[in-house]
Nanobody
Framework: QVQLAESGGGLVQTGGSLRLSCVAS????????MGWFRQAPGKEREFVGV???????SYADSVKGRFTISRDNAKNTVYLQMNGLKPEDTAVYYC???????????????WGQGTQVTVSS
């Protein structure tokens, strides 16, 4: 069992930055692929980015070049650094844990409760 807890969301102006954190419980964090997803009101949860066990990353085209995922296995934490934020980035952001490199939400085993990110124009 893995429990995830996101933090770091908030209100920021267009062009601003935020760093989200996701802390995992348990001693098996390093064995999980960690993904970031987001869900805006009335929309489905969508892939933002993913980081593998060795630190390899992949991003959605909409955030490529602006967002960066990293992980610190010693701290059981994965980060999402978001720069150049746009109003369309407004959503609840979730981290998820999976056993393989997935971009589809239903393949993730564990989820956090989410953190709200609001970007004002």
């Amino acid at each position: 069992q893995v429990q995830l807890a996101e933090s770091g969301g908030g209100l920021v102006q267009t062009g601003g930055s935020l760093r989200l954190s996701c802390v995992a419980s348990g001693r098996t964090f390093s064995t999980y692929v960690m993904g970031w997803f987001r869900q805006a009101p009335g929309k489905e949860r969508e892939f933002v980015g993913v980081i593998g066990w060795t630190g390899s990353t992949s991003y959605a085209d909409s955030v490529k070049g602006r967002f960066t995922i990293s992980r610190d296995n010693a701290k059981n934490t994965v980060y999402l650094q978001m720069n150049g934020l746009k109003p369309e980035d407004t959503a609840v952001y979730y981290c998820g844990a999976a056993r393989s490199y997935y971009v589809i939400p239903r393949n993730y085993d564990y989820w956090g409760q989410g953190t709200q990110v609001t970007v004002s124009s």
